[in-house]
């Protein structure tokens, strides 16, 4: 992360999220975390989100043995790669339904999934769709380009109209899709968004969402130097652009407000839009386990087994 980004200050009515109290653990250093070295292009806001996460884990004091990375494919989607812990890079568009299973049968385990727009809103769109309205305690950030940049320059779901690229060499066509209003629409409990260029936001809205007892979602606009370049000056205030927090006295509990906020013009609100506490999947199902072994309570496996051999007659 370069100098120019790392002294940009925390504005507007975003807090930073107190620590957890002392847990008496060693914070893991960049160094025990970092793995292999990031293959982007120079100047990728991927670089930034990275460096956050690894700001993260460290100041969370996380171990190696508690928490995961997941992701799918694309360009930011190669995080588990760059982090030297547990993690998992899947296939196109599934990482969510992976990421799940994670959540449900390790629940000690706090789940990161990373992608881009390409993987969770075209292939991945409708995985997104239902693991929003299961709410599965996860955290999801999404790197949001506004193009596919691992296949050299295509129009993704994001794309604004207008667009040239190797697949609308005339100019996109297809109205782009709000990952805000999509994920809100769809029932995730909680929602913001950020950008690369804003690192303390970056990491306050992870910590936010890491927090959160739900399924968690963060677009954070990440330029694609290589084939999008200048695509979110608009937002950025050292290139003339504007960094508006979502208004301070904006109710995160408010879900028609959160909607309406989330289709301000581009470049929008950053911050949390929505953040409502509803009950799990990993709860629901933790309750249907405990009354299901209730009912087999002192028996042993094989006996259990047989009832259910039984009841098959």
Known sequence: MSEAIAEIP??????????????????????????????????????????????????????HDNFVSIAGIGCSSRFPYFVQAHGVHYIHGRALPFASGISLSRPDLHVFVFGGDGDAFSIGGNHFTHTARKNVKLTY?????????LTKKQTSPTSPLGFKSKTDQWGAVDYPINPLKQ?????????????????????????????????????????????????FDAANPRKGGMFMEVPKNHDTAD???????????????????YNVNKPTKNAKEADINK???????????????????????
Not at 34 to 56: E, I, M, N, Q, R
Not at 256 to 262: K, Q, S, T
């Open 10 to 63: 925390l504005r507007g009515n975003i807090s930073a999220v107190p620590a957890p109290p002392d847990s008496g653990l060693k914070a893991l250093t960049k160094k025990e975390l970092a793995a292999d070295h990031p293959t982007w292009c120079p100047g990728c806001g991927d670089f930034s989100v990275l460096a956050l996460y690894f700001k993260l884990i460290e100041k969370r004091k996380l171990q």
């Open 255 to 273: 879900e028609v407000n959160a909607y309406r906020l989330a289709g301000a013009d581009f470049p929008g609100y950053f911050g949390i839009f």
């Open 141 to 149: 950030v999404v790197m949001d380009n506004w193009v596919y940049g």
């Open 183 to 231: 994920a809100i629409a769809a029932g995730a409990t909680f929602v913001a968004r950020t950008t690369s260029t804003n690192p303390h936001h970056v990491l306050a809205m992870m910590e936010a969402a890491m927090d959160h007892d739900g399924f968690s979602f963060i677009e954070c606009l990440s330029e694609c130097v290589e084939f999008y370049e200048g695509a």
């Open 291 to 313: 009354a299901a072994m209730e009912k087999v309570k002192g028996l042993k496996d094989w006996q259990i087994l047989q009832k259910n051999f039984d009841r098959l007659r």
